[in-house]
């Protein structure tokens, strides 16, 4: 199919890290990102990575990319409460007039 | 710097009644512009995106259309509202094909929309 797949639900105890994956399906996206959602407000783009990279890392955010499997990762080390929200995961792909394509969210909940 | 702007916020309005949601974004010019839903405990769906003025692609059939009338505002209408219209409806913004702001998108803060 077409669509960027992510689990709906993860819950991490505060401390620990957050690891939050995402599978996508078209070899020929070029950026792949991660959005954050804070409730009842828009995105914010959190970080991104070009598809010729295998990994980013930004402070506690790090990206890890598997291109032979179209598999992404987000790991937030250190997880705080602050960190608590909905992680889209998106692709733009360029065989489609470079619209980004988005998937459903992670819901990410920290236990205390 | 560059700013989106919604409104309104929210908005709750009976089944039938029209719409009319805004969005305007200013620092850029010929930014490309989108307009998301994120319906309850479901990902962004993508309803259209605009290029340029008058410029309008949809991406699924639905109620709503849009339009662009100048180039830093965009519009999400409906001539009469269906309950499953109800979510939340985010604008956002991209720089044009070729410049250093084309591959990120860039959000405003949302209006949510309950149609009773």
């Known amino acids: 199919g077409e669509d960027v797949e992510q689990s709906l639900f993860l819950s991490v105890r505060e401390g620990d890290s957050s690891v939050i994956n995402c599978t996508y399906t078209?070899?020929?996206?070029?950026?792949l990102y991660w959005y954050k959602q804070e409730p009842g407000a828009g995105l914010q783009l959190l970080t991104y990575i070009f598809s010729n990279m295998d990994m980013k890392q930004d402070q506690r955010l790090t990206v890890l990319l598997n291109k032979k499997d179209k598999h992404l990762s987000l790991r937030i080390a250190d997880t705080q409460t602050g960190d608590s929200a909905i992680y889209f995961c998106a692709e733009m792909r360029m065989n489609r007039d470079d619209k980004i394509i988005f998937g459903k969210g992670t819901r990410l909940h920290i236990l205390p | 710097s560059q700013t989106i702007h919604q409104w309104p916020a929210t908005l709750v309005q009976p089944v039938g009644s029209p719409l009319s949601l805004e969005c305007t974004v200013e620092g850029t010019s010929n930014p490309n512009l989108y307009w998301y839903r994120q319906a309850a405990g479901r990902g962004l769906q993508l309803l259209f995106y605009s290029v340029g003025i008058g410029q309008i692609s949809s991406e699924v059939p639905q109620n709503l259309s849009a339009s662009r009338p100048q180039d830093r505002q965009f519009i999400l209408s409906s001539k009469k509202l269906l309950l499953s219209d109800s979510g939340f409806y985010l604008c956002?913004?991209?720089?044009?094909?070729?410049?250093?702001?084309?591959?990120?998108?860039?959000f405003g803060p949302g209006t949510r929309l309950t149609v009773l």
């Open positions: 956002a913004w991209s720089g044009a094909s070729g410049t250093s702001a084309h591959n990120e998108q860039f």
């Open positions: 078209d070899s020929s996206s070029t950026y």
